[in-house]
């Protein structure tokens, strides 16, 4: 039980999902290995759960260690279990790997015909979890929104696949279908995660999505599909999985998985740069200052820790970036054998921080500390040749957020007696026609809202100004800071209707 409990610890927690502070989003990502899984066969395996009761789970044993055994059964995902509960071991035919059109069905029968849309596009299968029944008129549009996001995740797997030659390293098709869950409502992904998760490492609220190395599923939240940029991070992490790049279980280190994805940016519905250039966003946050400059590159390398916690999670991402993108943009010879030798780790081994270092400094040959200092001036020439594009000067007081199918730009400001807000909000459901409630609370317990009873799918609106008051309609001091919730439901729901009614939900 102690080694079981010290695994779950060590592993659930590499359950990266993204933090809102970042682009990407932070998941796991490991190696598949041909050789390995050519050389073991499906079993049957009998083993004791928690509860004491004897279960049967048939599938390939893909890994054994630290007291585990990883078996996958014939959908990909894998399970684990403790070595000392499992009572019998049956050899038996490998399994034959379930089809796209299977794994559809399943996912159908999981949410329910009524609140579930999915759709087949080669290996993958995308799926839309619906808050309630579709209208007739918006069937069309979750069709057109799904071939959408089909064809974005071919084009990711299509730019995967031309980084890897560059980079000299072989890829397989994906053997089993790759799942990804687009949850129309917040709650139901925050829910959704908690559960996969465990509620370990980043909280619920934080994550904009994740993919899964257990479950072999993306999940994601169907607000951050407006940009997709969040898809697109997480959808390197599956590709590194199914094409044999990465084995799961392996010990990869975090700022090499992290760095890879957060290295494709995409452009709305298209990917538009590839590690070896700048990601737009973090070369922004670093010419701007907004990194702290005490994390050094050794702690970022030696130290999984770091990516997983909502305080660090942001610059550690930045960090782990700017590693990646100067070594496989300057040392791409000595990078292509590191990734090479990533590709070797298998899984439910452990690699010492020692160990780990010893062998960057191996195959780079100097530490991660040493390059450091060499990365402003290769990162300045990159701006000369990439240029940041022109951005707007800040304004303070001003929020912007894509969050419960709202795309909303929020002002305050004070006048020393009282803050005053105002806004705008757009719906960017792709599918239906919202009914949304948004307040401010300020630091000083002052509250402002707006109730908007029906958006059509991509109107905008002003939200009128408004002076945040008391509870009791009074006004107080003003404040110097608010935080902003938005709720959103169809709205042709009852919940709408309730809405309407008077019964608006709390702040």
């Not at 098709?173 to 490492?201: C, H, N, Q, W």
């Amino acid at each position: 039980v102690a080694s079981w409990n010290s695994f779950l610890i060590r592993t659930f927690g590499k359950e990266r999902p993204m933090s809102r502070l970042t682009t990407g989003l932070i998941a796991a990502v490991f190696v598949l290995s041909p050789i390995f899984v050519a050389e073991t066969r499906a079993d049957v395996f009998e083993y004791v759960d928690e509860d004491g009761k004897m279960q049967t789970l048939d599938g390939r044993l893909y890994a054994s260690g630290q007291g585990i055994l990883a078996v996958e059964p014939a959908d990909g995902s894998l399970r684990l279990i403790p070595q000392d509960v499992v009572r019998k071991r049956t050899p038996g035919p490998d399994p034959k790997p379930i089809t796209p059109q299977q794994m559809l069905d399943r996912l159908r029968d999981e949410f329910g015909e009524e609140e579930f849309r999915g759709v087949i596009s080669g290996q993958y299968v995308i799926g839309v979890v619906l808050q309630a029944e579709l209208p007739r008129a918006s069937e069309r549009r979750v069709t057109a929104a799904l071939r959408k996001s089909a064809s974005y995740m071919q084009s990711i797997q299509t730019m995967f696949a031309s980084f890897a030659r560059t980079m000299d390293v072989q890829t397989e098709s994906s053997k089993f279908p790759m799942v990804v869950l687009i949850f129309e409502t917040d709650e139901d992904f925050e829910a959704y995660t908690a559960k996969a998760t465990g509620s370990r490492g980043l909280s619920a609220g934080n994550i904009a999505g994740f993919y899964s190395h257990l479950t072999n599923y993306l999940y994601v939240r169907m607000s951050e599909c407006y940009t997709f940029g969040t898809p697109l991070h997480e959808a390197i992490h599956q590709q590194c999985f199914n094409t044999g790049v990465f084995q799961r279980l392996a010990p990869i280190p975090v700022w090499f998985a992290e760095g890879m994805a957060s290295g494709f940016e995409g452009g709305g519905d298209k990917v538009k740069t590839t590690p070896q250039k700048l990601n737009i966003e973090y070369a922004r946050l670093i010419v701007e200052g907004e990194i702290p400059q005490g994390l050094g590159w050794d702690v970022i390398a030696g130290s999984d820790q770091i990516f997983r916690g909502d305080i660090f999670a942001g610059p550690a991402y930045v960090h782990g970036w700017s590693m990646h993108w100067f070594l496989v943009s300057n040392y791409q010879k000595e990078y292509a054998k590191y990734l090479q030798y990533v590709q070797t780790l298998p899984p439910l081994e452990e690699v010492s921080d020692r160990g780990r270092q010893a062998k960057f400094e191996e195959l780079f040959g100097k530490s991660p500390s040493d390059f450091q200092p060499e990365f402003p001036a290769a990162f300045g020439n990159a701006l000369k040749r990439q240029r940041l594009p022109p951005q707007p000067d800040p304004i303070p007081g001003l929020v912007q957020q894509n969050t419960n199918l709202a795309g909303i730009d929020l002002f305050a400001e004070s006048n020393g007696r009282e803050m005053l807000v105002q806004g705008k909000l757009r719906n960017i459901s792709p599918i239906r026609d919202m009914t949304y409630y948004v307040t401010i609370v300020t630091d000083t317990g002052t509250f402002a809202d707006w109730f908007v009873p029906r958006l059509k799918i991509n109107q905008l609106i002003p939200l009128k100004p408004q002076a945040a008051r008391r509870p009791d309609g009074r006004f107080s001091a003003p404040g110097r800071s608010f935080r902003m919730r938005v709720q959103s439901v169809s709205a042709d729901s009852d919940a709408a209707k309730a809405w309407a009614s008077g019964q608006l939900p709390s702040a």
